[in-house]
């Protein structure tokens, strides 16, 4: 029995050829095309990482540069609003009164009448 499985090991297989083994193109992956392969990755790897890191520092510098210009536009704000209140107060209100020679008034006086009609 040995024998038949010697017999059958060495005999010759009428495998059909395939189309690249007919033509005789064969792709060798040696060391030499995958060192080339990984070397293009990690060039591509390499500039997609600085590429990432140059949006990420121009982030943070268009960050730092929205809050500066948040801490101007709140201490405007704060000195509108002063300046709003001290405009608003009735001694400023007063002296500019004073300095367009307005008089403060008396009295009002009424007409008398049903609501906005006038009796004759």
């Known amino acids: 029995m040995t024998r038949y499985f ?3 090991l060495n005999a010759p297989t009428a495998a059909p050829k395939t189309r ?3 033509s005789g193109l064969k792709f060798n992956f040696r060391f030499k095309n995958s ?3 990984i070397m293009v990755l990690l060039f ?4 997609s990482y600085l590429m990432q890191a140059n949006s990420l520092s ?5 960050i730092k540069k929205l809050e500066q210009r948040l801490v101007e536009l709140k201490e405007t704000s704060e000195r509108l609003e002063l300046e709003t209140r001290s405009l608003k107060a009735v001694e400023t209100i007063q002296d500019e009164a004073k300095m367009l020679n ?3 008034s008396k009295g009002v006086n009424y007409f008398p009448g049903n609501d906005y009609a006038f009796q004759r």
């Open 58 to 62: 121009t982030k943070g510098y268009e």
């Open 102 to 104: 307005l008089v403060p």
């Open 6 to 8: 010697a017999l059958t």
């Open 35 to 37: 060192g080339i392969i």
């Open 44 to 47: 591509a790897v390499g500039i």
């Open 20 to 22: 690249a083994a007919a």
